[in-house]
């Protein structure tokens, strides 16, 4: 008997004790990662304005967006990553060209056509990436020129915005071509940025290799 109350007050001692230790929280853990090697393969597909390199762990579909809406449509493509549930879109206007918008009205949406400049659509591209600003913490943007002397502005945006890289290449007469990358899932800097950081590696491959075709060539 006199043994079973030395057990209980013995257990009784150890949980105050327990209650009057301090806490350290362990920071939050997000699942580990194994990235690939980093491959590329070309899209040389016949009709199309541009090619490129793309990673070997990515998936290219034709984008069906407003595919009746706007003629320069049937070049915009999509590139999936399905091991991260990612996706670059690619959409491609030509300078020059008209592009059709939807325009709200008191009456619903009615179309209204426009002559693609290169100031409105470098304007536009902007006006894009700086929408996210409510969410961002920081945007960057970098000027580059490619070996074939490809020229645009390459944007970095930090914090918990939609999309954390985009890019648009020009050669401010003819070709005009945006790229923006999207998760499919909530946007979350902390557990995403190891990953925007590899994708963008690809990202800037495929810019760099970047070329525009000349009319009539495959």
């Not at 003629?71 to 399905?82: E, H, K, Q, T, V």
């Not at 930090?158 to 499919?184: C, E, I, P």
């Not at 902390?190 to 000349?214: A, G, P, R």
């Amino acid at each position: 008997m006199k043994q079973t109350g030395t057990i209980f007050l013995a257990a009784v001692i150890l949980i105050l004790f327990s209650c009057n230790s301090d806490y350290t929280p362990r920071p939050r853990g997000y699942f580990s990662i194994s990235f690939p090697e980093h491959q590329y393969q070309p899209f040389q597909e016949t009709g199309y304005p541009y090619s490129f390199e793309y990673p070997v762990y990515s998936n290219i579909a034709k984008d069906s967006s407003f595919l009746d809406d706007n003629p320069d449509n049937p070049y915009w493509i999509n590139i999936d990553f399905p091991d991260f549930n990612a996706r670059i879109y690619l959409s491609y206007k030509t300078i020059g060209g008209r592009s059709v918008y939807k325009v709200k009205t008191d009456n619903g949406y009615r179309d209204s056509s426009t002559t693609n400049t290169f100031e409105n659509l470098r304007e536009e591209a902007y006006k894009i990436t700086y929408k996210h600003t409510s969410r961002a913490s920081s945007i960057q943007d970098s000027v580059f020129r490619t070996p074939a002397g490809i020229e645009g502005v390459f944007f970095s945006i930090g914090g918990n915005a939609a999309t954390g890289r985009q890019f648009y290449a020009t050669d401010s007469v003819k070709h005009f071509l945006r790229g923006a990358l999207y998760f499919n899932a909530t946007p979350n800097e902390d557990s995403l940025n190891i990953v925007y950081n590899f994708l963008e590696k690809d990202m800037q491959h495929m810019v760099n290799t970047l070329k525009w075709k000349q009319a009539g060539s495959r």
